[in-house]
């Protein structure tokens, strides 16, 4: 992974930021335009099989900040065919996005949820009012906005949830 993440700039630190099931590491560039780089061409990109999703830290900042405040909205009765890279297309026009996923089982298969987080809390409330009821694929989606005890339902999220969810004091020492 050091490799691969290296090709986009100076690698000034790597560390372990989420845990099982969907282990994630934060990676430090010494510049900024090779951390928007790498963003840029591995989001969302297949290494080993699993959706890679690489978010900066200026947006992991606002989404830390408005987790259950209209910005992230919870999409449920996802076809199955719908991969995070097609969620993220119909998604992005409505505005920018900051982190977008299609939960998956174990073996691969969509659970038939998602979620999409949007850096202006506007931008959600009109993809929810086009994107709700709507038939994306074969299936017509439910759009919500993101309350706490959502969380549970996905994985791959601890950045967010452990950090600025208010019944939590700290952070556990192994993150």
């Given at each position: 992974?050091?490799?691969?993440?290296?090709?986009?700039?100076?690698?000034?630190?790597?560390?372990?930021?989420?845990?099982?099931?969907?282990?994630?590491?934060?990676?430090?560039?010494?510049?900024?335009?090779?951390?928007?780089?790498?963003?840029?061409?591995?989001?969302?990109?297949?290494?080993?099989?699993?959706?890679?999703?690489?978010?900066?830290?200026?947006?992991?900042?606002?989404?830390?900040?408005?987790?259950?405040?209209?910005?992230?909205?919870?999409?449920?009765?996802?076809?199955?065919?719908?991969?995070?890279?097609?969620?993220?297309?119909?998604?992005?026009?409505?505005?920018?996005?900051l982190d977008c996923k299609v939960q998956r089982n174990d073996d691969g298969t969509s659970r038939g949820i998602g979620?999409?987080?949007?850096?202006?809390?506007?931008?959600?409330s009109n993809a929810q009012a086009t994107l709700d009821k709507m038939q994306i694929g074969e299936c017509e989606v439910?759009?919500?906005?993101?309350?706490?005890?959502?969380?549970?339902?996905?994985?791959?999220?601890?950045?967010?949830?452990?950090i600025y969810n208010p019944y939590i004091d700290t952070l556990p020492t192994s993150v």
């Amino acid at each position: 992974l050091r490799q691969l993440l290296g090709q986009y700039g100076e690698l000034v630190n790597m560390r372990q930021a989420d845990i099982q099931p969907e282990p994630a590491v934060m990676a430090s560039y010494s510049s900024v335009e090779a951390a928007e780089e790498a963003q840029k061409i591995l989001n969302l990109a297949s290494l080993r099989g699993r959706t890679c999703r690489c978010i900066t830290v200026g947006a992991l900042e606002v989404i830390r900040r408005t987790m259950v405040s209209g910005h992230r909205l919870i999409i449920e009765n996802l076809d199955p065919g719908i991969a995070a890279h097609g969620l993220w297309d119909v998604c992005s026009l409505f505005g920018q996005v900051l982190d977008c996923k299609v939960q998956r089982n174990d073996d691969g298969t969509s659970r038939g949820i998602g979620f999409v987080h949007y850096a202006k809390s506007e931008d959600a409330s009109n993809a929810q009012a086009t994107l709700d009821k709507m038939q994306i694929g074969e299936c017509e989606v439910k759009l919500r906005p993101f309350r706490w005890d959502d969380a549970s339902m996905f994985t791959g999220t601890l950045y967010a949830r452990l950090i600025y969810n208010p019944y939590i004091d700290t952070l556990p020492t192994s993150v």
